[in-house]
């Protein structure tokens, strides 16, 4: 009898054992074979694809199902400041896919101490690529809180007003969009800008209304199209002048002061 156990106990042993074994083996196979080889990545421009790996912790060319919690990578991915969304995916059989959708930089906003990028969204975020911000238009002489200037969203008026201005060029207009430089908020009657093309200050309208405002809106539209005008049809021939400013805070005219 006690042999018996003996021998029962020596068979449930070893059963272990091959069990524990097996499943190691077992394991091990199941990982080579949810190992994923290829790592795509999608949508970048700016951000490189080292950058994109980094941040989602992720190797180069190799890696495991187990190690691929989407969701965390996809976090990972976001917190990277010029990113505006990511999509994580796993295509069989060895294929992990990361999608991204950069932020589109419409202009820099000048702060107290620092500059920093501006989106459709009215969202603020760092840049590294020098060379493209040297395009942008500036938006400047803003009056903001402590709070304001360290906020990732601008809301304030002068933001939504210079944005609808930059937005509707980007969009009708991208000769006269690249031709701005400045857009300054610093006098209290006149929103000031500067273009690359002429070297004296436009004064446009500044008015009470919110930019939200209908008719506000179209007086803005319409100063841009006198601006447009000015530049590419009454410029041109008058370079040799000397001259202060322009003037198209007024209805239906353009004002010219000559020195």
Known sequence: MAIFRKYRFLSLFFLIILIVV?????????????????????????????????????????????????????????????IKKAFVSKQPPDELVIEVIEKRPLAIVSLDNEVKLIDEELELFTYKNIKKIFDLPVISGLKLTPAEVQSSK????????????????????????????????????????????????????????SIANKDYQKTILNRLTYLNNYLTQIYPDNRNKKINYLDLRYSNQIVVNYQ
């Open 22 to 82: 097996s499943s190691v083996v077992l394991a091990n196979k199941w990982k080579a074979d949810s190992k994923y080889d290829k790592i795509t990545i999608k949508g970048n421009v700016s951000v490189t694809r080292d950058e994109i790996l980094d941040i989602a912790r992720l190797r180069d060319t190799v890696a495991f199902d187990d190690e691929l919690n989407l969701k965390i990578i996809q976090d990972r991915i976001l917190r990277h400041p010029e």
């Open 154 to 209: 601008l809301k304030s008026e002068e933001i939504r007003i210079a944005m609808f201005m930059i937005m509707n060029t980007y969009k009708k207009n991208k000769v006269l969009y690249n031709n701005i430089s400045e857009i300054n908020f610093a006098e209290p009657n006149a929103i000031v800008v500067y273009t690359n093309d002429i070297p004296f200050p436009c004064y446009l309208p500044r008015e009470t209304e």
